[in-house]
């Protein structure tokens, strides 16, 4: 075996490190969780309980932006129609879609022209029309110009009769108890701004009427492995970072915000492919800077059911999209890095986000080609190259360990010993090639957003909560 170079052998060193630091920060945010759900535990049976909050709920507005979503949007709406709360509309924004999405919902719920007064409070795309239905009285129905889901969920806002925005996407199933839950922060603290709940993948799991009647899990493992990417992101980073008030992201798929502090802020970027990311920061970095006292919530319990990519294809495009919001959101509120006034968010939260997360796939990609180079080269010992491996994905193996511990000691979602197994197996084919590839698209998403060059949203192949077959795509 030939020495190495002093400069490469510091330089292994570093990667090694990197790994064991990544993991050991999703470990401790891991044990916050764990603190955070069993310290919460009776306050989540209380929220169980029918009669919890009765008669306190604030009013809610659903915004359902759609495009290109004719397969699926009456069965979405249909699910939304069904939701176990006491006073919502639904409003659904066609934005400009090729496809006969409103003519859809002009059939299937007898939509009539309706004559509203529109304020525009946020700036939107010119509006076609606006129809509501006789038959369901909280249905509103927007017809506009194309201008990306923001721009959509904009002209929502603007119509909204309700004091809450309730964001959720077109192939969203909630749990009929969701509503209620997500609410439930606003209803104990008035700080609260915005509150989140988590997002499970649909795939294989029986959903009929809008409903979940049996969860399972997916039969391929492109989506089992997803599962797991969920189970980590939102047990490990979500309900870890949100009892410091740090929590960088409401999904975009499920998130609750307070009306008149979203205009406030500007509402959703239209300038950004990662709208949700960037209007959660905007609105740390509203409160944040200017020393007004605020909360931004997540509650596990509140469950939004989705459909993960079963494609290669648009896997690769939707991991690429999230880098580059990413990247997006970390810089246009970078003035919230180690800020005197931004608290966890800017001395811990977004520092760790943009090393981890923002540029940890550069240094996983670049950890493999130097160890690979070292072997070729005659440079490492295989047992030196072996323990390295066993390293990075031993971390890895432990993080997703710990994220399905907290999943099976809290919710127990995948009650089945099957379900238990699938996903410890999915664990190991994680870094059977899976792994390096997303490090691979996300290192590909950092350099279009390096480079300016622009994104487009991937072909999404839907069963449909009602399990029809159909296609949707963003500009």
């Known amino acids: 075996m030939n020495a190495m170079p002093a400069w490469l052998g510091w330089l292994t060193w570093l990667f090694l490190a990197y790994f064991v630091g990544l993991n050991l920060v999703y470990l401790m945010l891991n044990l916050v969780a764990l603190r955070s759900v069993w310290r919460e535990s009776s ?55 090729k496809d006969a999405t409103v003519e859809v919902l002009k059939r299937e719920f007898a939509l009539q022209p309706f004559q509203q007064a529109y304020r525009r409070s946020l700036p939107v795309k010119p509006l076609r029309g606006i129809y509501r239905s006789p038959r369901h009285p ?10 990306g889901r923001s721009d959509a969920v904009n002209a929502a806002i603007n119509a909204a ?25 606003f209803i104990e603290d008035p700080l609260t701004v915005a509150s989140g709940g988590t997002v499970r993948i649909s795939n294989g799991c029986q959903i009929a009427q809008g409903y979940m009647q049996r969860v399972d899990v997916a039969r391929g493992w492109l989506a089992r492995i997803q599962v797991l990417e969920y189970l980590r992101g939102f047990h490990n980073g979500r309900i870890g970072w949100a009892p410091m008030n740090a929590l960088l992201i409401i999904s975009g798929a499920f998130g609750v915000f307070r009306r008149t502090t ?16 960037e209007a959660t920061m905007r609105l740390h970095r509203f ?40 990247m997006e959101s970390l810089w246009t509120h970078r003035q919230l890095f180690f800020h005197p006034k931004a608290g966890a968010v800017g001395w811990l939260a977004c520092p760790s986000m943009l090393l981890i997360e923002g540029l940890g796939p550069v240094v996983e990609l670049l950890g493999y080609v130097v160890m690979v180079v070292l072997i070729v080269l005659d ?45 410890l197996l999915a664990m190991v084919v994680e870094n059977l090639g899976y792994r390096q590839l997303t490090v691979w698209w996300r290192t590909v998403g950092l350099f279009k957003w390096l480079t300016g060059q622009k994104q487009r949203w991937g072909d999404m192949q839907r069963r449909g909560v009602g399990g029809a077959d159909g296609a949707g795509r963003r500009p």
């Open 43 to 97: 306050v989540r049976a209380l929220a169980a309980m029918p009669a919890y909050t009765a008669g306190l709920e604030p009013g809610v507005t659903i915004c359902i932006p759609a495009y290109n979503e004719e397969a699926t949007i009456a069965e979405s709406v249909r699910s939304m129609l069904q939701i176990d709360y006491p006073d919502f509309e639904i409003v659904v924004v066609n934005d400009g879609s």
């Open 138 to 147: 909280a249905l509103l129905v927007i017809d506009k110009d194309n201008g």
């Open 161 to 185: 009769r309700h004091g809450l925005i309730c964001v959720v996407d077109a192939d969203s199933v909630l749990e009929r108890d969701s509503l209620r839950r997500v609410v439930r922060p």
């Open 262 to 277: 979203l205009v406030e802020a500007g509402g959703f970027s239209t300038g950004t492919i990662g709208e949700d990311m």
């Open 287 to 326: 409160h944040r800077l200017s020393g007004r006292a605020y909360r931004i919530a997540f509650v596990p319990e509140a469950v939004c059911w989705t459909e993960a990519p079963e494609s290669l294809s648009v896997l690769r495009s939707q991991r690429t999209r999230w880098q580059r919001g990413l």
């Open 379 to 423: 440079l490492i010992s295989w047992p030196s190259f072996g323990a390295f491996l066993l390293l990075a994905f031993g971390t890895g193996l432990l993080l997703s360990a710990s994220a399905l511990l907290l999943e099976e000691v809290a919710f127990r979602t995948y009650p089945k010993p099957r379900h238990l197994a699938v996903l």
